[in-house]
């Protein structure tokens, strides 16, 4: 079955930077696209960037010119590079994907959520 696993998170002084990874595997037909969505403590969860399978990218403002997303296609592990972290960037992290799973029959398109991964930014 498709599995979705992220990793990197972690604590970071204001003005650092991190990079998640989220490593989806099983039977993948097709890849359409990652999203990253971040939930704050008490908070609703919020999108924060996509990568789409041609390469394109959407930013929200709140982290554009910081987070960059990117995607090793051969290994089907999708990154965010995080930099000039700020307290506000506090968040678990999750990356949901959009892809149509082989497990099924016939293949069924759907998203798949990772675990999630704790960032936090204090001095």
């Known amino acids: 079955q498709v599995q979705l696993v992220e990793s990197g998170g972690g604590m970071v002084q204001p003005g650092g930077s991190l990079r998640l990874s989220c490593a989806a595997s099983?039977?993948?037909?097709?890849?359409?696209?990652m999203s990253w969505y971040r939930q704050a403590p008490s908070g609703q969860r919020d999108w924060v960037i996509k990568?789409?399978?041609?390469?394109?990218?959407s930013v929200a403002d709140s982290v554009k010119g910081r987070f960059t997303v990117s995607r090793d296609n051969a290994k089907n592990i999708g990154y965010l590079q995080m930099n000039d972290l700020k307290p506000e960037d506090t968040a678990v992290y999750y990356c949901?994907?959009?892809?149509?799973?082989?497990?099924?029959?016939?293949?069924?398109?759907?998203?798949?959520w990772g675990q999630g991964t704790q960032v936090s930014v204090s001095s």
């Open positions: 099983g039977p993948i037909l097709e890849f359409y696209s």
């Open positions: 990568i789409y399978n041609t390469g394109t990218t």
């Open positions: 949901d994907v959009d892809l149509l799973d082989d497990s099924r029959l016939p293949p069924a398109r759907g998203n798949y």
